[in-house]
């Protein structure tokens, strides 16, 4: 594994990565298990089950306000603040048709089940109707005094049911194209309609926390539904489909009418899915929204694909999905998408050394969230802290199998405490905040297992020892230095068991280390030294475990905003605000080299193949890879669009880098360099190959040979002629005595008679 290690890295590639893909407001669900994302001014294409951006629609400058899918997925129609419409052909990612439709925004869209109609609601207090091939509007309904805020085609018959801000409910006949109905209870804006399979039963949801339904065969009020919360979504649940609360085998479960009752899910302020019996007007199930979404709300429902479950859309753009177990007796989060991680502050590989599963992201959020690197999934968040998390680190598990991997940086490369069980993932790590505290979490059960507090500003560094868990460095803007006893917590509860009170951490040992703001604070791989960064300009070198400190690097121009000790050698290596990175001896604290190449702060570095290379990344939004001994920059690596503030090293022979920037992307990077040198090699067989036909063509061509005819086992006959036509020669040789081809005892013989020779 150590020679393996040596092998110098020259390339990585791209893989896959976490990009936003939705800002908020409009979404929409298609038959082919694909959401359509408004981000900003385009529309995101997202798959489901992969996560990845399939297409990107770029729009016209103007936020996107509706989105409707076809029924058959095929087509995609939007809305903008410009007031345009758009049709798109999903498959092409190209506008097929733009057209004006009101003189003020579309609040929202459908398509009838034809897909040949589109209704359009705004703010211009209208509602119209479109022919999707002809481009052309056919109804144009007015009524409302105020915002239309939803429209809804009636399945079975040639109605259009709209609600507005004006709390009314109406029915139109497209036939006679006029209103039939006027459907009024509510005292708020109705956000919500939606219609049960046999296409009588209505239900309205809105702002004044409740829910209604209605019989459209009569234009009257079934029941009304008392809700406690303000519903930004609502959707009437199919039965037959195991969702929790439906089934109807219980007798007394039916309305004294006889009417069969009608399920129905909510979403709202309270950030909970919860479904409804019309017959008993009481919740029959509660879902609860996980810890990224605690005390949020929901801004959108829907109904998936089959009726296989629910989609929840909540305010701060994630994605949730949402679908019942087979026992029929609660449902399960199978999956979040994080449309918008915000500025990523810092990340870590989680899972096996060799292999890791998961990466743990800090943004500009309190809420850490840990991915699937298979799907780009989240798969738990960490809610505790109270301000923005600035700083991440992993803890090491030691054993003999650990210690014989060979991982040139343990700290990043995130080996999991206790290894991976069935339960989840068993990796803890540590965190520190703008809210002064640090805090250590279990990533399986999302628990905090303990939290350290004694800074008195923000946290902006945090750092496990090396060999053992018995130890973590925290380090901030307070330019305190601590030290602090995490054992007994991790001891504690190893496996991240809910636990009413959080124990608290214990500093063994604190200093005042810098003239200002601390950065980064790195271990030595024996746990006998730390290092720290500051915007004082300068890198400190301190002696574990009592904070002696040991030598002062000078040289940096500019803050220092990270560090790095090398894996083999008596060194360290700091990055700075002015633009270079430095390696400097630790036995007198000089500096030995110097990189320059970045055109703004270098703000992340790690050591790779066994301390011969550097890789660092930087506010000028690029990754550059180094040669420690020559100083030479080997490659660099173009993925955001902004300051690049974290990076993370893992993976087999350290085969995967990731990068997260103020771009909000997450970049997964894969060592490539194998396989280029495979491509390269066999690029050059090929070449030689040619070459030597070439040769043994301008050979038989020198010795006055002319194959005028070709065979399959002659190359040369095939080549000279290429070459005489691409040269020009074929006018000017005139006469060959012969021409002959011999190979696999195949013999022929063309004599070509010239003139004047």
Request: charged share 15%; glycine share 8%; aromatic share 6%.
């Amino acid at each position: 594994m150590a020679q393996q290690q040596l092998k110098a890295k020259l390339n990585y590639k791209p893989g896959s990565s976490i990009e936003v893909f939705y800002s908020g407001g409009a979404v929409s669900l298609s038959i082919n298990r694909h959401v359509a994302c408004a981000c900003q001014d385009d529309i995101k294409i997202v798959d489901i089950d992969s996560g990845a951006v399939l297409k990107t629609l770029v729009g016209d400058s103007e936020a996107i306000t509706a989105l409707a899918f076809s029924p058959d997925g095929k087509h995609l129609f939007s809305a903008s603040r410009s007031l345009q419409l758009k049709w798109w052909s999903v498959e092409q990612a190209a506008c097929l048709r733009t057209w004006k439709g009101h003189r003020a925004p579309v609040a929202h869209m459908a398509v009838d089940g034809s897909g040949g109609l589109l209704a359009t609601a705004s703010a211009d207090k209208s509602a119209k109707v479109w022919d999707v091939e002809g481009g052309f509007c056919t109804h144009s309904f007015t009524g409302h005094s105020g915002v239309v805020l939803q429209v809804l085609f009636h399945p079975k018959q040639l109605m259009l049911v709209t609600s507005g801000d004006d709390s009314d409910v109406r029915v139109w006949d497209l036939v006679s194209k006029s209103c039939v109905a006027v459907l009024k209870g509510h005292f708020s804006a109705v956000t919500s309609l939606s219609l049960a399979p046999d296409g009588w039963s209505l239900i309205s949801a809105g702002r004044d926390k409740v829910v209604h339904v209605w019989d459209l065969r009569k234009n009257t009020k079934v029941v009304t539904v008392p809700v406690y919360e303000a519903l930004e979504g609502a959707v009437v649940i199919p039965t037959g489909h195991h969702f929790p609360g439906t089934a109807l085998a219980s007798p007394q479960i039916q309305s004294p009418d006889s009417r069969k009752p009608v399920f129905f899910a909510t979403a709202g302020e309270n950030g909970t899915v919860k479904i409804w019996s019309s017959s008993t007007a009481q919740c029959v199930y509660e879902q609860k929204g996980p810890a990224s979404t605690a005390g949020g709300n929901y801004i959108h429902l829907a109904l998936m694909p089959g009726n296989a479950g629910l989609m929840a859309a909540s305010a701060d753009c994630n994605l949730l999905f949402l679908q019942p177990k087979a026992d029929g007796l609660s449902m399960e989060l199978t999956k979040q998408l994080i449309g918008n991680n915000d500025e990523v502050t810092d990340l870590r590989f989680l899972g096996p050394p060799t292999a890791p599963t998961h990466i743990a992201v800090s943004c500009n959020s309190e809420v850490i969230r840990v991915f699937s690197l298979t799907d780009m999934s989240c798969t738990a968040s960490l809610a505790g802290h109270t301000d923005t998390v600035l700083a991440l680190d992993v803890a090491a598990h030691v054993t003999s199998t650990t210690a014989s991997a060979g991982h040139t940086d343990g700290r990043d490369a995130g080996d999991v405490v206790g290894g991976p069980s069935a339960g989840g993932l068993q990796a803890v790590i540590a965190s520190g905040s703008k809210d002064n505290q640090v805090r250590l979490w279990h990533c399986g059960t999302g628990q905090c297992l303990g939290v350290g507090d004694g800074h008195v500003a923000a946290v902006s560094a945090v750092a496990f020892t090396r060999r053992s868990n018995k130890l973590m460095i925290s380090a901030g803007a307070d330019k305190l230095l601590k030290v602090w006893d995490v054992a007994a917590a991790l001891a504690a509860n190893p496996t991240g068991q809910s636990s009413e009170a959080v124990p608290s951490l214990k500093a063994t040992a604190a200093t005042s280390a810098h003239d200002k703001d601390i950065n980064a604070v790195a271990v030595a791989p024996n746990d006998s030294l730390i290092c720290t960064t500051s915007q004082d300009r300068t890198a400190k070198i301190w002696r574990l475990p009592d904070l002696v400190l040991v030598t002062t690097l000078r040289g940096h121009k500019r803050g220092v905003w990270a560090a790095q000790f090398s894996p083999v050698d008596q060194a360290v290596a700091t990055a700075s605000g002015d633009k270079t990175l430095r390696l400097w001896a630790l036995a007198d604290g000089t500096c030995l080299k110097t990189f320059e190449g970045h055109t703004a702060s270098v703000l992340r570095l790690n050591f790779l193949s066994a301390g011969t290379q550097l890789l660092s990344s930087g506010a000028d939004g690029l990754v550059k890879l180094w040669n420690v001994r020559s100083t030479e920059c080997l490659n660099t690596f173009d993925g955001h669009e902004d300051k690049v503030w974290a990076m993370a090293v893992g993976g087999s022979q350290e085969g995967l880098v990731a990068t997260g920037g103020g771009d909000a992307r997450v970049q997964i990077w894969e060592d490539c360099t194998l396989q280029d040198k495979a491509e390269e090699a066999e690029e050059q067989e090929v070449t030689l190959l040619k070459q030597q036909h070439l040769s043994n063509a301008l050979q038989v061509l020198k010795l006055g040979i002319h194959p005028s005819h070709s065979c399959k086992h002659c190359s040369a006959a095939a080549a000279v002629a290429s070459w005489r036509q691409q040269s020009g020669l074929l006018q000017q040789m005139h006469s060959f005595p012969a021409a002959c081809c011999v190979q696999s005892q195949c013999l022929m013989i063309s004599l070509t008679v010239g003139q004047g020779r």
